[in-house]
C-alpha cells in the first residue's frame, strides 16, 4: 500500500508453502519492478512492508513476468524503457530467497535492438535453475514471436533470439509452458490470415 498505484501483480511459488510476488509500482512516479515474500501464514518476508525493488532504472519497466529458479527465489522478466533512443527492450533478474537481486543492477537485458518494440514477455522454468522467455516483436511494419533462453547465473544460452514466427501481419500475446520432456511450448494471437486464430510452436530447449 506505499504511495503512488501498484498493479499488474504476478506471482510464483517460493517452494516452501509461500509465495513471491512481483509488480509494477508508481512510488516514484514513473513505473518501477518490486517485489514480495510472503510465507504460508501471509507474513512479509522481504525489505520492509513495501516490498524491495527489482528494478528502478529510468523512463520506466512495466509488465513484469515471473517464474520460480528453484532455490526459493525466482526469474523476474519485465518490458524496460530505459534505452530512450529505442522502443521497448526485454530485460530480466533472479532475486534469491532472502530478496537480493543476484544479476546485474537493474537486470540483464536479455534482447534490445533500434526502433524495436518488445513486449508482452512470458516466462517458464527451463527446468534447470534457469527460465525461457518469450516476447512479441515489431518495427511498425513486421511482427516476431522471439524467445531467448537464461542461465541461473544471468548468461544467455542461445546466440541471439530465436524467431519463432515471423510476418506482416500482427503476432502478439505469447504465452509458454514447459512440457516436461525438454521442450517448450509456445501460443500467441496471430493476425495472418486477416482475423485473429492461435498459433503455436514447440521447441527443444537443450
Known amino acids: 500500500t506505499k504511495s503512488g498505484d ?3 501483480i504476478r506471482m510464483a511459488p517460493d517452494g516452501s508453502g509461500g509465495a513471491i510476488i512481483v509488480w509494477e509500482d508508481y512510488r516514484r512516479g514513473e513505473p518501477d519492478i518490486y517485489a514480495q515474500k510472503i510465507n504460508g501464514i501471509g507474513d512479509r518476508l522481504w525489505g ?3 516490498g524491495v525493488a527489482v528494478c528502478t532504472a529510468s523512463y520506466g519497466q512495466k509488465n513484469p513476468v515471473i517464474v520460480s529458479d528453484g532455490s526459493g527465489g525466482a526469474i523476474i522478466a519485465w518490458e524496460d524503457y530505459r534505452n ?16 537480493i537481486p543476484e544479476w546485474n543492477a537493474n537486470g540483464v537485458c536479455v534482447s534490445s535492438g533500434p526502433i524495436i518494440n518488445m513486449i508482452n514477455p512470458d516466462i517458464v522454468s527451463d ?22 533462453r537464461i542461465g541461473f547465473n544471468g548468461n544467455l544460452l542461445w ?4 524467431t519463432l514466427s515471423q510476418g506482416v501481419k500482427p503476432k502478439e500475446f ?3 509452458i514447459n512440457d516436461g520432456t525438454g521442450y517448450v511450448i509456445v501460443t500467441w494471437q496471430d ?9 503455436a510452436y514447440r521447441m527443444y530447449i537443450n
Open 174 to 176: 505469447p504465452k509458454i
Open 84 to 99: 530512450v533512443t529505442t522502443a521497448a527492450d526485454i530485460y530480466a533478474q533472479r532475486i534469491n530467497d532472502v530478496g
Open 127 to 148: 527446468g534447470y535453475g534457469g527460465a525461457v522467455i518469450v516476447w512479441q516483436e515489431s518495427d511498425g511494419s513486421n511482427w516476431w514471436i522471439r524467445a531467448q
Open 159 to 162: 546466440v541471439g533470439a530465436q
Open 191 to 199: 493476425y495472418a490470415s486477416g482475423t485473429y486464430g492461435i498459433y
Open 6 to 8: 501498484q498493479l499488474n
Open 48 to 50: 520492509d512492508e513495501y
